[in-house]
């Protein structure tokens, strides 16, 4: 889906200013990275775009049918519940072959009826990326997903996220301070600024892909980025 936010300000009840003249259209299908410091205002800005917050001061513009998904860096499964039945919780009407297909397909052929608490850190992350998509999401938004998982894991995940992201093409807004993770994946980069944040470098990429995160060339575009804007990562471009 066509997503166009133009936030002029979000203050919090504190009157704390988290963000101020944010905004950018993303196209249908367009995965974007949104990177920045911590504290920067990334979580606040997926929540205003999500609709779980309306308390800020702008628009959004994005078809009011269109479904979106979510994944967070915790899996929140729900323990109680096996595979099968977490991911029925989001999409009721999915026939069993379809999910085994989708289990198969990010390598968790024969788990429908484990529990959570059955599965790696890694297997639990599969299925809530399976859950985020069995929406068949338009908007799909994601908060840093891939955080604190051993390398390999991570990019087991992140290359499942690319296969069904050509699927069903949704317009992914990726939230990560990870630099070489948002050039490995985007389409588009969105750098933030401290708070109160707004967007200090917009960034399109033409790198091929797959590219993986320590490619040569994600390792010379990080680095040449560094070089041009030391202070990138803390959110500044002078
Ligand atoms: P990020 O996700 O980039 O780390 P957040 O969106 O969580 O940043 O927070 C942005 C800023 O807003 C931070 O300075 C944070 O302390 C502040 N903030 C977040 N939630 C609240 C709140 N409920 N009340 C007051 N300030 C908040």
New binding site residues.
């Given amino acids: 889906m066509t997503l166009s936010v133009a936030i002029q300000s979000k203050h919090?009840?504190?009157g704390?200013c988290?963000i101020r003249d944010l905004g950018f259209t993303a196209r249908p299908g367009e995965f974007l990275a949104i990177v920045?410091?911590?504290?920067?205002?990334?979580?606040?800005?997926l929540k205003i775009i999500s609709g779980l917050d309306t308390a800020f001061e702008g628009r959004l513009q994005m078809p009011s049918a269109g479904k979106i998904g979510f994944m967070f860096q915790e899996p929140r499964l729900m323990p109680w519940l096996t595979v099968e039945q977490n991911l029925r919780l989001v999409d009721k009407t999915a026939d069993s072959t379809k999910l085994a297909q989708s289990l198969a397909k990010v390598g968790l052929k024969d788990c429908a009826n484990l529990f959570p608490n059955q599965l790696s850190g890694g297997m639990q992350r599969r299925v809530a990326l399976l859950r985020a998509f069995s929406v068949a999401p338009q908007l799909l938004l994601m908060d840093e997903p891939f955080q604190s998982l051993d390398v390999p894991t991570a990019n087991q995940l992140r290359a499942h996220l690319l296969e069904l992201w050509q699927d069903i093409k949704p317009t992914v807004l990726f939230?990560t301070h990870n630099l070489q993770e948002a050039l490995a994946l985007a389409d588009r980069v969105l750098f933030?600024s401290t708070?109160p944040s707004h967007i200090a470098l917009d960034l399109p990429l033409d790198l091929p892909r797959p590219r993986g995160v320590d490619s040569p060339a994600v390792q010379a575009l990080a680095q040449q980025l560094l070089q041009r804007y030391p202070d990138l990562l803390k959110g500044r471009v002078d």
């Fill in positions: 919090f009840a504190n704390h988290a920045g410091p911590s504290g920067a205002g990334k979580t606040t800005l939230v933030l708070g």
